[in-house]
């Protein structure tokens, strides 16, 4: 594998990464009252503060799965017309 298919590779799978580990960490933001630690009230809505933002970058994160879900339609579709 050259360094360049290899670079392509990890980026892809770095992509790919990100909007779950967002995902899961406005999940645990929100659960423990959306603020900060050591904070002295918590956030009144559970999607306040980090949890919002958590849930923005995972969402702003999602073009490369909606890519790859499209990507495997369209072969399975071709698979299909095929046989």
């Known amino acids: ?3 360049d298919s290899m670079h392509r590779h990890v980026t892809r ?10 995902a899961v960490m406005a999940v645990v933001s929100g659960s423990d009252g959306g ?3 050591g904070m002295a009230m918590p ?3 559970p999607l306040g503060g980090m949890a919002a933002m958590y849930v923005l970058m995972s969402i ?3 073009p490369p799965w909606l890519k790859l879900v499209a990507r495997r ?3 399975a579709r ?4 095929r046989h």
């Open 1 to 3: 594998m050259t360094s």
């Open 43 to 45: 956030e009144p809505s």
């Open 35 to 37: 603020g900060m630690p």
């Open 73 to 75: 339609r369209n072969s």
């Open 78 to 81: 071709t698979a299909l017309l």
């Open 13 to 22: 799978w770095l992509s790919l990464a990100a909007a779950p580990v967002f």
């Open 60 to 62: 702003f994160h999602m």
